[in-house]
């Protein structure tokens, strides 16, 4: 099955999609809005007709829909992570990535199980409870073993400041034994990039390597699941091909995975493609997208798949990154290195990171900012821990029940955050900020977040409902 066509990315479809929806007619327009707000979803035509929107009018309808969504489905919350990369080795040609097997230009490293713990004890001093493990798709001569055994020092390393709480992955595409394996480890979130569905792009920049495979990597997300997986991440590079068409490639990925097994992504990153040392093609995007039509990506994502959580990485400057807030991020990584050994300074960045940040501030830079607009900066893990994933979380979500949870669950998590981690100047922002957000709650949420920051005001660590 998975050495065989992805049929479930259907090219002539999307091309016959965006032809029959490639002017943006006002009524059409407001009608797919009005259809947005209902928060049941969008299908392709839909996502088509907002793709073609130019009109200033018809952009802010677009954004402030979008931020209907978000503020009704997540609230104020914002997820913080960090990624750890614990090696640069790769033994793929992808053109627009620093990591490409035949580039001379990046110091090659594959950190010790005693550099990763290191470099995690690092992120929790920062006050970091989640990250993304990253690895180039290859391994030192333990395999993929050598994963496994990382995932296992992360989670080993516990001081008096806290612990990593949850760890998601994005390695390779796995074989279904393979998925088993990591699922075994505790896993979060299992993420993987199809960077593009067009296919003869998709040739066109990755020349070497198994990732040459465009099918095998399309149906990793089928076998994550068959190996009970149920929470995974999807994305599209952004720049490599018509952002129209990726969008709509996309949507059938999801569509296929809630077909098959009921549930689609847990969440979906929107890299743009960004400068990479030795990558002529990073630097200048076959396809780039303004920066106008990579707010309309986002708003259009929680449009079409609302209960979905969007990701934004510091590759995006800060400006940006706090323009697409309102418009349905619910996830961004803060004080982030794309190399290995980045966190303690043993390498450089533009020597041997994957690509180049936008955003290079710290994390409590990250946080008094997002607090100081109204965003509550959120180090939950409670819904993994307690087994609310997969359809389980979507039972929660789609009738709004779990911001019974993760509201009273954000503001605990902050409140913890503040209480160890914080500068004076973030404290005081953060402390009036959850004041001003439990005095807007109600009910049961109101009642659980006073008592669970209360708990934290007492000296209690990692509560939640």
């Known amino acids: 099955m998975y050495n065989v066509n992805a049929d479930f990315i259907n090219e002539q479809k999307i091309s016959e999609t965006l032809e029959n929806n490639k002017r943006a007619d006002p009524g059409k327009v407001s009608e797919v809005l009005a259809k947005a707000k209902e928060m049941k979803g969008l299908n392709m035509d839909d996502v088509a007709v907002l793709t073609c929107i130019t009109d200033p009018m018809q952009l802010q309808e677009l954004f402030d829909t979008a931020n209907q969504l978000k503020e009704t489905i997540y609230g104020k919350r914002l997820v913080i992570f960090a990624p750890l990369y614990i090696s640069n080795l790769c033994s793929n040609e992808c053109l627009y990535c620093a990591f490409r097997v035949t580039n001379k230009s990046i110091t090659r490293n594959a950190l010790s199980q005693k550099h990763i713990e290191k470099e995690t004890e690092i992120l929790i001093n920062q006050g970091h409870k989640r990250v993304l493990l990253v690895a180039g798709e290859s391994y030192p001569k333990e395999g993929f073993d050598y994963v496994l055994e990382s995932i296992r020092s992360?989670?080993?390393v516990k001081n008096e400041h806290g612990e990593i709480r949850r760890i998601n992955v994005n390695v390779a595409p796995l074989s279904k034994d393979e998925f088993k394996l990591l699922k075994e480890e505790k896993i979060g979130t299992y993420q993987i990039f199809q960077e593009t569905y067009h296919r003869q792009t998709y040739r066109k920049v990755h020349v070497g390597g198994k990732k040459k495979d465009y099918n095998w990597r399309a149906w990793a997300l089928h076998r994550a699941m068959e190996a009970g997986i149920d929470d995974l991440g999807i994305g599209v590079l952004f720049g490599l091909f018509d952002y129209r068409f990726e969008i709509l490639a996309m949507m059938q990925h999801i569509n296929e995975l809630e077909d098959k097994f009921g549930v689609g992504p847990h969440t979906i990153s929107v890299p743009r493609l960004e400068p990479a040392t030795g990558s002529d093609l990073a630097s200048h995007p076959p396809f780039a997208v303004a920066d106008m039509d990579f707010k309309k990506i986002v708003a259009i994502l929680r449009l079409a798949v609302p209960y979905t959580g969007?990701?934004?990485?510091?590759?995006e400057t800060a400006q940006m990154r706090r323009g697409t807030f309102a418009l349905g991020v619910s996830q961004i990584s803060a004080g982030s290195r794309t190399n290995p050994g980045g966190y303690d300074g043993e390498t450089e960045d533009d020597i041997s990171g994957q690509f180049s940040l936008g955003d290079h501030r710290p994390l409590d830079e990250v946080?008094?900012?997002?607090a100081s607009m109204g965003y509550v900066p959120s180090f939950c893990t409670a819904c993994y821990r307690m087994g609310r994933t997969g359809q389980d979380f979507m039972d929660l979500a789609k009738p709004g029940d779990i911001k019974l949870h993760c509201a009273p669950n954000g503001l605990s998590s902050f409140a913890e955050y503040l209480r160890n981690y914080a500068t004076p100047e973030t404290k005081e922002v953060g402390e009036k900020l959850i004041q001003e957000?439990?005095?807007?709650?109600?009910?049961l949420a109101q009642k659980r977040a006073v008592k669970l920051v209360n708990r934290v005001k007492q000296g209690k660590d990692d509560v939640y409902c």
């Open 310 to 315: 969007i990701i934004m990485s510091t590759r």
């Open 367 to 370: 946080i008094r900012d997002v």
């Open 154 to 156: 992360v989670y080993r």
């Open 437 to 443: 957000s439990i005095n807007q709650m109600s009910g």
